[in-house]
């Protein structure tokens, strides 16, 4: 069963029109990710949640916002999504990073939200 | 300079070779270690945690050098479902728990 589930899978848009990607987790855990992949590259980590404490990485861009209104669920919006912006999308969660407890800060994936941007 | 550099792929091999990954980061904070695999089109999954003593699952085995900040992976008796791409990450606690993958290394493992 899955565990990190993230809605749509595939998303196909237009040039500068909003975007929201869904991440839902049966998982119970503190922390939420948002990572960008895009072809052939790392996955680049656009922002993070620890419960309800947003933490925003430096070079990621203000077009990208995030919500978490409930421990389950995560959002990641894209205002005005450009032509670069076309990549995968992965939600993941771990149980309690800062902790450094045994297996709290491994990473459970979704299976990612593939976004072209025409 | 980045986080996280791996070896640059791909690396294609015969069944049954053995294939070695390497991994350096170069925040010495850094305190938790990772391999994770990614098949095409997939998300990243993980296949081992990296311990300071070394650690091996299998055919896997995987080796931390703090001193060096080099993190390496082995793969003995490589199989055509190996193929796939290997993710070194790295995670430093005073920068908020984060994770952050090396590009990756792309293996092919050949018949």
């Known amino acids: 069963d899955a565990m990190v589930i993230q809605n749509p899978r595939y998303q196909v848009t237009q040039f500068g029109k909003p975007v929201t990607l869904s991440c839902s987790q049966t998982?119970?855990?503190?922390?939420m990710y948002w990572y960008q992949q895009k072809s052939s590259q790392a996955p680049k980590l656009l922002f993070h949640?620890?419960?309800?404490?947003?933490?925003n990485e430096a070079d990621t861009p203000d077009n990208f916002q995030s919500r978490r209104p409930n421990t389950s669920f995560c959002f990641l919006d894209i205002r005005s999504p450009g032509l670069g912006d076309t990549a995968m999308y992965l939600c993941?969660?771990?149980?309690?990073?800062?902790?450094?407890?045994?297996?709290?800060?491994?990473?459970?994936f979704g299976a990612g939200s593939r976004l072209t941007v025409l | 300079r980045k986080e996280v550099e791996q070896d640059p792929g791909p690396f294609n091999v015969p069944e049954g070779a053995t294939v070695a990954f390497n991994c350096t980061y170069s925040?010495?904070?850094?305190?938790?270690f990772f391999w994770y695999r990614q098949d095409c089109r997939k998300e990243p999954k993980l296949l081992m945690s990296?311990?300071?003593s070394g650690n091996e699952d299998g055919r896997f085995t995987a080796q931390l050098n703090r001193a060096s900040q080099y993190i390496s992976l082995l793969i003995r008796d490589s199989k055509l479902s190996d193929s796939a791409t290997y993710l070194c990450?790295?995670?430093?606690?005073?920068?908020?728990?984060?994770?952050?993958f090396g590009q990756g290394t792309e293996l092919s493992v050949k018949p």
């Open positions: 993941a969660t771990s149980r309690d990073v800062r902790q450094g407890r045994n297996g709290a800060n491994v990473l459970t």
């Open positions: 998982l119970n855990h503190n922390v």
């Open positions: 949640y620890y419960d309800k404490d947003f933490n």
């Open positions: 925040n010495s904070a850094s305190q938790s």
């Open positions: 990296v311990y300071s």
């Open positions: 990450v790295v995670m430093t606690y005073n920068q908020g728990g984060k994770l952050i």
